[in-house]
């Protein structure tokens, strides 16, 4: 059973880049579709981006494409968010997940049955 751990959240300013990672415990990692959700108070989790188990696919909301990266290094089992040219808006609590159906990748909060614990992103304008 996969486990996570992301790191890398914190306060900073409209325009600032900021870059998550999350760590995975587990041998199969390289076998896990791996996704980012984020969630701010009041809303519902929404999908940010999404990489297959090779990281030869991967999938972004219309909100963070052309700014954001989802990549994976599976030697270090690890997946990492780089978010560009950030906004308020993007303030939230941004949660990794895991799904062991790693050919595809997967938009939806319950294709995901492994979540990580959360790590507060705030963006001031």
């Known amino acids: 059973q996969v486990q996570l751990a992301e790191s890398g959240g914190g306060l900073v300013q409209a325009g600032d880049s900021l870059r998550l990672s999350c760590a995975a415990s587990?041998?199969?990692?390289?076998?896990?579709?791996m996704g980012w959700f984020r969630q701010a108070p009041g809303k519902e989790r929404e999908f940010v981006a999404a990489i297959s188990g090779s990281g030869g696919n991967t999938y972004y909301a219309n909100s963070v494409k052309g700014r954001t990266t989802i990549s994976r290094d599976n030697a270090k089992n690890t997946v990492y968010l780089q978010m560009n040219s950030l906004k308020p808006e993007d303030t939230a609590v941004y949660y990794c997940a895991a799904t062991p159906s790693g050919l595809s990748v997967w938009v939806k909060v319950s294709n995901y049955d492994i979540w990580g614990q959360g790590t507060q992103v705030t963006v001031s304008s």
């Open positions: 587990g041998r199969t990692f390289s076998g896990y579709c």
